[in-house]
């Protein structure tokens, strides 16, 4: 079992910047691949980004592209997402996820760990 817990949520003007972190523990070597995903109000969870151990291989959604930036730091087991350049339309839920293996690329239902999400709020 992988155990996430996500902060550094908040509230943030649009045009800023925001940090969100995941800390994992328990059985960390089913968490090679993690991802943040969001969901917000009336909408479907989309997947933000994901990144491997290695932190070779990264994905990001269009919509985040070269305003999000995901990272890790193995040592610590905590990945991050740096949010910068906020929208209104970023307002969601946040939430981190891991799994084992396999791709960067892999559907939300491909994941096994969740944690509880953290709310992003960007005022316009």
């Known amino acids: 079992q992988v155990q996430l817990v996500e902060s550094g949520g908040g509230l943030v003007q649009a045009g800023g910047s925001l940090r969100v972190s995941c800390a994992a523990s328990g059985r960390t070597s089913s968490s090679s691949i993690m991802g943040w995903f969001r969901q917000a109000p009336g909408k479907e969870r989309e997947s933000v980004a994901a990144i491997s151990w290695s932190t070779l291989h990264t994905y990001y959604a269009e919509s985040v592209k070269g305003r999000f930036t995901i990272s890790r730091d193995n040592a610590k087991n905590t990945v991050y997402l740096q949010m910068n350049s906020l929208k209104p339309e970023d307002t969601a839920v946040y939430y981190c996820?891991?799994?084992?293996?396999?791709?960067?690329?892999?559907?939300?239902?491909?994941?096994?760990?969740w944690g509880q999400g953290t709310q992003v709020t960007v005022s316009s």
């Open positions: 996820a891991a799994k084992p293996g396999g791709s960067v690329y892999a559907s939300q239902y491909d994941y096994d760990y």
